[in-house]
């Protein structure tokens, strides 16, 4: 079985904070659904247990690459090719990382610009784990009167757990120049990415909405 996270990052700078969390929210989410990294699909019985091997795949989304197309969208109502496999990919996932900088105590304008041309449908009953990085820990809850909120209207399902990394997380004992987590953010992380893994195992594989299905049948509208 093949399942799909979609990663969605809007940090403004190259490198960021913002797309080293998402990183590493990604990769304890796949350790938690892929132990054994398998690169192939097989079954293995045991006694009465069928146990399944899942393979993951990761989609990360840099939202500053599409801003362009992203202001054009909203303008003109339609995507340019890569801003629309962007949204197809979300769309087709089985789960959603969604990482942002804080900017006023709220997400960043191209987060918002991203989930805003995103289908109304594309995230019903979808995990998401939710997660932001600022200047100072004071911004943490934006997590929970911004961007939860947000995700709850668009009727995605929400890991527990969400994520704030302040730049006094990265110094821990795995932090420094080779950019790992701090101690209390890689429980956070670890805590995070299982919630969310936990969530994607519960459902079936992912199918994307079909923008062109019909919602009423051919007999209903002759019969009036």
């Known amino acids: 079985m093949t399942r799909t996270i979609a990663v969605v990052t809007a940090g403004l700078t190259r490198p ?45 989304i840099e939202v500053r690459d599409i801003a362009h197309d992203l202001v ?7 995507p340019a090719p890569e801003l629309k496999a962007a949204l197809d990919a979300v769309a087709g996932a089985d789960g959603v990382i969604a990482v942002t900088p804080t900017f006023n105590a709220s997400y960043n304008g191209l987060f918002k610009m991203f989930f805003d041309v995103l289908g109304d449908a594309a995230l019903v009953d979808k995990p998401v784990l939710i997660a932001a990085t600022g200047g100072t820990v004071r911004h ?11 995700f709850a209207h668009l009727r995605a399902v929400v890991a527990p757990t969400s994520v704030f990394a302040a730049p006094e997380d990265w110094a821990g004992a795995d932090g420094g120049s080779a950019g790992g987590a701090g101690g209390s953010l890689r429980v956070r992380i670890d805590r995070a990415a299982a ?10 594989p992912a199918v994307a909405p079909d923008p062109f299905a019909l919602t009423t049948t051919f007999d209903d509208l002759l019969a009036g």
């Open 195 to 204: 919630e969310l893994a936990d969530l994607i195992g519960s459902r079936k």
């Open 16 to 60: 960021s904070s913002t797309r080293l969390l998402a990183d590493q929210l990604a990769a304890a989410a796949v350790k938690r659904l892929d132990p054994v990294e398998s690169d192939s699909v097989e079954v293995v019985t045991v006694e009465v247990v069928t146990v399944e091997v899942v393979t993951v795949e990761v989609v990360t």
């Open 140 to 150: 943490s809850l934006a997590l929970e009167h911004a961007l939860r909120p947000m």
């Open 72 to 78: 054009n969208n909203l303008l003109t109502g339609f």
